[in-house]
């Protein structure tokens, strides 16, 4: 998909308050599924800031799909003529944290299914 016309598809899923159709096609998941495993499925941000081996359950947009729509499928983007990761492993913990606006109230039910699944 060309970055044009991903970043129309993304802004239409926004408008109509269905991004969550981004993160179920195909085109995701693949990509998500061969960083998780170039990865180990290892926690970057666990690992990098803390020494410790998490698993990795999901893929974080450090560039938010939101406000970078024509990213959402790119492993890095450029910022002042340096590359950076766009697209890091996280634990469902780390990525809790990465996403402050998931705490106030709306997305409750996944945040839950998430502390769940963190009761090990
Ligand atoms: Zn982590
Ligand atoms: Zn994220």
Redesign the pocket.
Known sequence: MKSKDLEKWINELIEKDELAKFYMSKEFRHLKKAILEENHWECEICKKEHGKITKATTV??VQFVRNHPALALSRYYTYNGKQYKNLIAVCSSC?NK??PEKRKGFNQSKKEKFNNEEKW
């Open positions: 974080h947009h990525h990465l996403h």
